[in-house]
């Protein structure tokens, strides 16, 4: 149930883009993109939902594949605050809502 | 955005004991609040799905005598671990649904049992 995201762990110098994936072996209803710092509680960057409506941040964009039940974030020229552990969520049948399995990204001068 | 509070931010307890960890939407109601536990270098993993006026759905494997949760109000839940043990220490974290899709999460709660 618990989407499985990829990589585990990328780093980055600054301006460098970055793509993170999550894939869910469920039928998806919506994904969420969240960043967490250390000690801190996850932070809300971006919802997807089925039929294609986006909501979000700026610089960081994400795509939804439906049928494949994938989703991508992008982050582009990255920047030190970028630091962090991302999560993808997803809403599977049932209105539950589960947590992936986390990408850290560390952003690097 | 909306603001979510958690109370108290750390608590160290212990073992046997009880401890209530309360979980409040400041400028919204929330029908719905879910609460999270997440251990050092883990994800989040869901623990109940909470609603208003109603019993609380837990996941597969939480027991629910032991993380008791109540939503009493569209403002407040709480989660009270009982008898709690060493193998309960960790980050607690609560979220209270807004927008039908959007969650907003609380601060967390980091309980340690001696």
């Known amino acids: 149930q618990q989407p499985v995201q990829s990589p585990q762990a990328v780093i980055l110098r600054e301006g460098e883009d970055a793509v993170i994936n999550c894939s869910s072996s469920k039928a998806l209803y919506s994904v969420h993109w969240y960043r967490q710092k250390h000690g801190e509680a996850p932070v809300f960057l971006m919802i997807?939902?089925?039929?294609?409506e986006q909501k979000g941040h700026e610089k960081i964009s994400a795509s939804f594949n439906e049928k494949k039940q994938q989703s991508s974030l992008y982050l582009t020229a990255s920047q030190l605050s970028y630091s962090g552990t991302y999560f993808c969520?997803?809403?599977?049948?049932?209105?539950?809502?589960?947590f992936g399995t986390g990408t850290s990204l560390t952003v690097i001068p | 955005g909306a603001v979510v509070s958690q109370h108290p931010s750390w608590v160290i307890c212990k073992s046997g004991t009880s401890v209530k960890i309360e979980c409040r939407s400041l400028?919204?109601?929330?029908?719905?609040m879910f609460w999270y536990r997440q251990f050092p270098k883990q994800s989040l993993m869901l623990m109940a799905t909470?609603?208003?006026?109603?019993?609380?759905?837990?996941e597969q494997g939480v027991e629910k005598d032991k993380f008791l949760i109540n939503h009493a109000s569209l403002t407040l839940s709480t989660l009270t671990v009982t008898s709690a043990h060493p193998e309960d220490s960790s980050f607690y974290i609560c979220s209270a649904l807004w927008d039908y899709y959007e969650q907003y999460f609380g601060p967390g709660t980091r309980l340690t049992v001696t």
């Open positions: 909470s609603n208003e006026g109603s019993k609380a759905t837990y």
């Open positions: 969520g997803t809403v599977q049948l049932g209105n539950q809502f589960y």
């Open positions: 400028d919204f109601q929330a029908t719905t």
């Open positions: 997807l939902l089925k039929g294609g």
